[in-house]
């Protein structure tokens, strides 16, 4: 894992490396952060998010939300919605959802496929890609508001430091 400013970035080279990044932003995560989860079909943006909330000490079962076009969780004290707009075909079935209410300072809104949605979404705290790379994937995080700074940096300042070469 290497941070640098307001990014971070690591390789994940399977399933559990995935799930493990997940368990490891679970522990940086608070009320009112807004997360993009941007990558192609079968990246990995489902995987991660089932990891973010086993992190939060969620056990039951993790989907996609692909045909529900959000799947709410309460876990601890926040509420957490997993948004997918993969099926928008205009942006305007977003403000006919009445999905805006849920972004508030008690949850973490986590958007795959925000572009569908164009500019009606808040500005995202992180911006998290995920890309094929080799037979894994780069992983690819960057804080965009001070709220995502703050987090990240509460990440990184826990994060154990490597070993020296």
Not at 20 to 41: C, T
Not at 68 to 92: G, I
Not at 134 to 161: D, E, H, I, K, Y
Request: glycine share 8%; charged share 15%; proline share 7%.
């Amino acid at each position: 894992m290497h941070s640098q400013d307001h990014t971070l970035s690591a390789f994940l080279p399977d399933e559990a490396a995935t799930l493990a990044m997940g368990e490891v932003l679970a522990q940086a995560l608070r009320g009112g952060l807004v997360i993009f989860l941007q990558g192609d079909l079968g990246a990995g943006k489902t995987t991660l998010t089932r990891g973010i909330l086993r992190g939060l000490g969620y056990v039951g079962r993790v989907k996609s939300p692909t045909y529900t076009l959000v799947e709410p969780y309460v876990v601890s004290n926040l509420y957490f919605h997993h948004f997918d707009l993969y099926r928008f075909a205009d942006q305007l079935e977003w403000e006919d959802a009445g999905f805006r209410e849920m972004f508030n300072p008690a949850s973490v809104c986590l958007v795959e496929w925000p572009d569908k949605a164009a500019d009606l979404l808040p500005q995202p705290d992180w911006t998290v890609d995920l890309l094929p790379q080799a037979q894994g994937r780069a992983f690819r995080l960057v804080a965009s508001t001070p709220n995502g700074a703050a987090c990240l940096a509460t990440l990184t300042a826990s994060a154990p430091t490597p070993p020296a070469a």
